[in-house]
């Protein structure tokens, strides 16, 4: 089904929710391309940072499949580093200076910093990375979108930007790394950075809510990986329109920084390249396709890449937070080892 839409250049999306057992897949049924006006439309949302993009696969133009997916086996992990890579961290070490150095003229207390890594694919099989990307992080929210305006993206992480149905919303704050080990401790500095991300969630869910909880942060494990979280719920006002409460909270401070505007805008200056979809956000727009309820479920576009139609070069998009007690080599092993994420289902 999705080799047919891909022949036709006909959008499609292919899904998996985190521990869910079924995959799902929207499949347009023509080539038009679709955009959100007020987020009251039903499809499926693929929105890129800046908010620039905000296209959709609609419910009315589409075909929803499922299918179980079984397999749950792991692949080894891989290990690589390439000499652009090594270009990459002269680059990503001087823009984290600067960064820390702005903190420090008080320009702003968290930014996030990231870059994108070119990786040439021998050969490219779409359906085998979305299985093997199921098959490897089955904690993930694992996707395969694929547009004639976009070509391919994918991505296998599990950071929620919000679910609403029934007068709530679930949302979380994921923020701080380290390589995941039995018994971790969380250093001030990750705790901090992560407190940044719950703070300004739960402020920004205030003016829409009637109260706004948050529980206490645990770590999350994202494969080899693990990060700390909170999860945060609020019981809407009626009357709460999406199109607003999605303009408050996009881009969180796990995506791009705190104060928003100043870090925003250093992200621009500095980082040297267009996010594009990276550290944007996808989902179910108004509709939960496998059970039929309305319910709005997105997720932040991270530990994701970018594959152009031809298939012959694959662009892995990797960031991570920086605040005044960051140390830069640090920064950028952070992001060498988010790149795995990606690099373990193509090397
Ligand atoms: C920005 C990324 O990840 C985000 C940033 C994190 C951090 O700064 O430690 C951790 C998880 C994500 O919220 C990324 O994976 O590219």
Not at 106 to 112: A, E, M, N, R
Not at 280 to 309: I, P, S, W, Y
Not at 324 to 344: R, Y
Request: charged share 25%; hydrophobic share 35%; aromatic share 12%.
């Amino acid at each position: 089904m999705a080799q047919k839409h891909f022949d036709k250049e006909f959008p499609f999306v292919l899904y998996k929710k985190p521990h869910a057992k079924v995959i799902r897949g929207l499949f347009q049924e023509s080539d038009e391309t679709h955009s959100i006006q007020d987020f009251t439309e039903t499809g499926y949302a693929f929105v890129s940072f800046s908010g620039n993009e905000m296209l959709l696969i609609p419910e009315r133009d589409s075909d929803f499949q499922f299918a179980v997916f079984e397999n749950q086996v792991r692949d080894k992990e891989v290990i690589s580093s390439s000499k652009k890579a090594e270009t990459n961290r002269e680059f990503h070490l001087k823009l984290v200076n600067d960064a820390i150095r702005a903190i420090s003229q008080q320009k702003f207390d968290k930014v996030v910093l990231s870059r994108k890594e070119m990786v040439e694919l021998p050969h490219f099989d779409f359906g085998q990375i979305f299985i093997s990307l199921s098959k490897n992080y089955p904690e993930a929210y694992v996707y395969c979108w694929f547009h004639p305006k976009t070509g391919f993206w994918f991505g296998a992480f599990a950071e929620q930007l919000l679910k609403t149905g029934n007068g709530k919303l679930h949302t979380m704050s994921v923020a701080g790394t380290q390589k995941w080990h039995e018994g971790l401790i969380w250093m001030e500095k990750e705790k901090q950075e992560q407190r940044f991300v719950t703070d300004f969630i739960t402020d920004e869910l205030k003016p829409f809510s009637t109260a706004v909880n948050a529980s206490t942060p645990y770590t999350l494990k994202a494969g080899t990986l693990a990060h700390v979280k909170t999860d945060i719920t609020a019981e809407l006002k009626p009357g709460a329109h999406l199109k607003n409460i999605v303009e408050a909270l996009h881009p969180t401070p796990a995506v791009c920084g705190l104060p928003k505007q100043p870090a925003l805008d250093f992200i621009l200056e500095n980082e040297g390249y267009d996010r594009g979809f990276y550290s944007g956000f996808h989902g179910e727009l108004n509709k939960d396709f496998l059970n039929g309820n309305e319910q709005t479920d997105f997720f932040v576009n991270l530990r994701c890449m970018h594959v152009e139609a031809s298939g012959n070069t694959a662009n892995l998009y990797i960031g991570g937070g920086i605040t005044k007690d960051s140390n830069p080599e640090a920064e950028w092993l952070e992001t060498v080892n988010k790149s795995q994420t990606m690099k373990k289902v193509l090397l």
